[in-house]
């Protein structure tokens, strides 16, 4: 895996995911509590043993710096690294990435440096572990130019992808975006040729990019030299590529989850609560996930009601109850509070002890949440202040709201608490 160069693609400005990338990256999104979204490539790249990874981004990239330099260190014997790459305006580009393959593109210079054989290109916003060995083996075995990870989809989803036609070397040679009715029966192929059995290539007789790729170094660099114009993976560079090089399927038969919305990133942090097993599970011995190292206390429960929830290290919960949700560090939870079906996401810091008073006769909120709060289907982003006898619960079933001014904005129906605000007493959204 020395020859093999990983380029993490940070996303553009993540408007699926506002507002909780109004001040972070995509890449830089808490998860799970105490992880970044960025975690998941990065770790998986590094169970797999490849250490040369370049992460590219362009839009609020200063807490993602932060969170990689503290967090990924190797030690001085080995060349490996995790790098952020911003986009940085040059004599000969002046204009931001206009999209995944012309953010590779302006960066090549710098890629065509290290002595490798494939680039491996990865997305920030996809929740899955994959040993990338495995990709690349397959990506030499079959003398590709260019390897698609592809997932098996049953018929009921596959419109809502790019799908791809395989012949029966698991070459691809057709591409189709979002496709319906006759042209998605079309899209039909046999998943056996990929590793299926024959039960399952009958359930699911289509298959869909995951967004990631592996190209020889060689090709890569002339797609892009030659293709200037053409700004996207997905929906230029390589189909057009499919007629003239070897564009192999890899199928990975496994959870893969694209978290690039609000109501996916929700269900997928509060499928995680799931007993007895969850889809995705961040206790693998053999393959953990990585993230910054804090060094907190251990989370304090007094006199709490807690079920199927996820609590995260130097928590402090004080008679309180707590169902089917995730807590991130630092979160504070006064008494009386309920939190159903959401996600708490903690603090950066803990309020000095003598500003935090637990009593509802304070003038000014305090960090975490107020005494006999109620919080149902809900995110709330980090050092939120919400005072006491609060109801988020979405009273109206509103589905879409833009509150930016009043510190909240409803996205499917789920209410999203900005990052710092500030939610007075008594009220109810």
């Not at 079309?186 to 990929?194: A, E, I, S, Y």
Request: hydrophobic share 40%.
């Amino acid at each position: 895996m020395k020859k093999v160069l990983a380029i993490i693609l940070g996303g553009g400005a993540g408007t699926r995911l506002y507002p909780l990338t109004k001040l972070r990256a995509k890449p830089a999104v808490p998860l799970a509590g105490k992880y970044r979204l960025i975690d998941i490539p990065v770790s998986n790249c590094i169970n797999s043993e490849i250490f040369k990874i370049y992460v590219l981004t362009q839009f609020n990239s200063a807490s993602l710096n932060r969170h990689i330099a503290r967090t990924y260190s190797f030690a001085g014997f080995t060349e490996g690294f995790v790098e952020v790459l911003a986009a940085q305006q040059t004599p000969e580009n002046l204009s931001w990435f206009q999209g995944t393959a012309d953010a590779v593109r302006q960066y090549l210079w710098l890629f065509e440096e290290w002595d490798v054989d494939e680039y491996l290109i990865l997305s920030g916003d996809h929740l899955y572990r994959m040993d990338y060995r495995q990709f690349v083996q397959r990506h030499r075995e079959t003398g590709a130019d260019i390897t698609l990870s592809v997932i098996p989809i049953d018929e009921r989803r596959a419109s809502d992808f790019g799908l791809m036609k395989i012949d029966q070397s698991g070459r691809v040679v057709d591409f189709s975006e979002k496709p319906k009715g006759e042209a998605l029966k079309k899209m039909q192929v046999d998943t056996t040729v990929l590793g299926l059995n024959k039960e399952e290539a009958e359930q699911q007789p289509y298959i869909a990019s995951m967004g990631i790729y592996i190209f020889k170094k060689d090709a890569l660099i002339k797609l892009l030299k030659e293709a200037s114009q053409r700004t996207d993976f997905g929906k230029e560079i390589i189909p057009d590529a499919s007629s003239d090089y070897n564009v192999q399927a890899y199928l990975f038969n496994d959870y893969w989850e694209d978290i690039g919305t609000i109501e996916a990133f929700y269900n997928a942090n509060l499928a995680l609560t799931q007993q007895p097993r969850p889809p995705f599970s961040f206790y693998d011995e053999q393959a953990p996930i990585y993230t910054r190292a804090r060094y907190l206390p251990p989370s304090k429960l007094l006199d709490c009601h807690v079920t199927q929830s996820i609590i995260s290290e130097g928590s402090i919960l004080k008679n309180c109850r707590v169902e089917n949700s995730v807590l991130g560090v630092r979160s504070r939870i006064e008494s009386g509070c309920v939190i159903q079906d959401s996600m708490i996401m903690g603090a950066d810091m803990y309020q000095p002890f003598a500003e935090r008073q637990s009593e509802c006769e304070h003038r000014s909120v305090p960090l975490g949440i107020g005494s006999n709060t109620i919080i149902r289907r809900a995110i709330i982003d980090k050092n939120t202040h919400i005072g006491c006898d609060v109801q988020i619960i979405n009273k109206d079933n509103v589905q879409e709201a833009e509150r930016e001014t009043q510190g909240f904005y409803i996205r499917s129906g789920i209410v999203v608490v900005l990052k710092n605000a500030v939610i007075p007493d008594g009220t109810i959204i």
